[in-house]
């Protein structure tokens, strides 16, 4: 049954404030249709009290007056819902779901709430097998799993936009198993919305749905664009078995709209004026990827997060570390340099990595190899100091070999470009760029794999 109100109490872009009847059951998420002489608006309702009933207003509150009768509220039984269909496959969507392509509207098999279903503990899959990035800063080092959620922290000026369109364009399984991917922008310039868009076109990038928010857009849209991508998600994975990757950028935005509003709500700040409650309403958005047992689909996610002043101890980055399983840092340092993508591997960690590769997935020697790499890298590091101190003339012989391996560390490895890799070439760009360490120095690798794969390459 729908409860209709004419006298609002409060008005505070986007949010509106009404007091409520005892006996009237509105409940938190309820859909709002407010009518006015301008037309038809829509809103969710945030909290509910016995004092007080806050709204907010999706296409914001200007021209909505305060104690007129000319603005009719009426709160309907339904909660936020997206109609979902595999039609959405190639299309692309504003930050409220409606097709912004010039195709033709969706035909929903479904209507799903966008807040999702928790998926009980007992039921989740650990997460396993591999996603194929093409970059070897990824796949070598810090692989990407299936089920996984692992973020990207970028700063203002670091290409994390290149980065992302190359791993939405080229990101695959190894199987022939159904995969999609989904970009969903968060807040993000028109600049940069047209700029994703000639990348996915250039490539041709069928398997792709696009959910974009412009930063003029409402500020409430960034509240729900990501709840409508990972909606979609859900019903792609778990209804139809298929393997969703998805791409959220810029979380950022995201938190930034989740404080204004609780400012808004003259709700107690926390840490740089952030809600307290930020830990938890993130990790609702991340903890929406996994596998379910018995379901053969899944989801990945890669959140990406602008660190503010470069600081990963700011909220934002601090709080997704804690929730997310593993980090993915773009270096200012690498960037001035001329490398890409920018991926500092010293700071760089994905946690599910070692149970995912080897024999069967990637290759036999993939995590030895991993774990020389990051031995040998902070080796070379190691010697730079020790240079700069001493001078070069003064560094033995085996100190120079690991300053040579840096440089083809930097140059062959790391700075691959737009290039698409797969895990055996990377691999075996690895074993090339160690060569010249000389066997004695491979102690993290296997002898027998050191036997077939190094002496083939010297």
């Known amino acids: 049954m729908s409860i209709i109100y004419k006298n609002l109490t409060t008005v505070k872009d986007p949010l509106m404030y009404l007091k409520p009847i005892d006996h009237h059951n509105i409940k938190n998420g309820s859909i709002v249709r407010i009518k006015t002489r301008e ?24 021209g909505i007056g305060v104690g007129t009768t000319e603005t009719e509220i009426t709160f309907l039984d339904d909660i936020f819902q997206i109609g979902v269909s595999r039609e959405m496959i190639g299309r692309r969507f504003n930050g409220m779901g409606l097709p912004i392509d010039g195709g033709d509207p969706i035909l929903p098999e479904e209507m799903r709430n966008i807040n999702g279903e928790p998926i009980n503990p007992v039921r989740r899959a650990y997460p396993k097998d591999v996603i194929q990035t093409g970059i070897s800063l990824f796949d070598g080092l810090n692989t990407l799993i299936r089920g996984q959620k692992l973020p990207i922290f970028t700063g203002q000026g670091l290409p994390h936009n290149r980065l992302i369109a190359q791993i939405v364009n080229n990101a695959k399984v190894r199987t022939n198993e159904p995969f999609v991917t989904i970009f969903c922008g968060i807040g993000i310039l028109a600049e940069s919305a047209l700029y994703f868009q000639q990348k996915f076109e250039e490539r041709g990038k069928t398997r792709l749905i696009s959910f974009i928010n412009l930063a003029s857009d409402p500020t409430i849209e960034r509240l729900i664009v990501p709840q409508i991508a990972l909606t979609t998600a859900e019903f792609l994975a778990f209804k139809h078995d298929m393997h969703v990757l998805i791409v959220l950028s810029d ?14 709500k003259g709700e107690i700040p926390a840490r740089k004026g ?33 660190m503010p002043n470069d600081d990963i101890s700011h909220p934002i980055p601090d709080l997704t570390g804690y929730i997310t399983e593993g980090q993915i840092v773009l270096s200012r340092e690498f960037h001035q340099k001329g490398i890409f993508p920018p991926i500092y591997p010293l700071a760089s960690l994905s946690r599910l990595m070692k149970d995912a590769i080897g024999e069967g997935s990637t290759r036999e020697d993939h995590g030895d190899i991993a774990s020389q790499l990051y031995a040998a890298y902070n080796k070379f590091l190691q010697v730079k100091e ?27 490895f790391a700075n691959q470009g737009e290039t698409e890799r797969t895990f055996e070439e990377t691999l075996n760009i690895a074993w090339n760029i160690l060569s010249p360490l000389g066997m004695g120095e491979l102690t993290r690798i296997k002898k027998d794999f050191i036997k077939k794969y190094f002496v083939k390459r010297r």
């Open 274 to 306: 952030f809600p307290g409650y930020m830990y938890s309403d993130l990790a609702s958005i991340y903890e929406r990827a996994g596998r379910i047992r018995g379901k053969k689909g899944s989801i990945t996610q890669i959140p990406v997060v602008t």
């Open 39 to 62: 037309g038809i608006r829509t809103g969710q309702v945030l909290s509910v009290s016995h004092e007080i009933v806050v709204i907010q207003v999706i296409e914001g509150t200007f």
């Open 251 to 264: 979380m950022t935005s995201y938190a930034e709209a989740l404080r204004e509003v609780s400012n808004i």
């Open 386 to 412: 020790l240079e700069s101190i001493i001078g070069s003339d003064s560094l033995t012989l085996i100190d120079k070999k690991y300053l040579k391996f840096g440089e083809l560390f930097e140059t062959y």
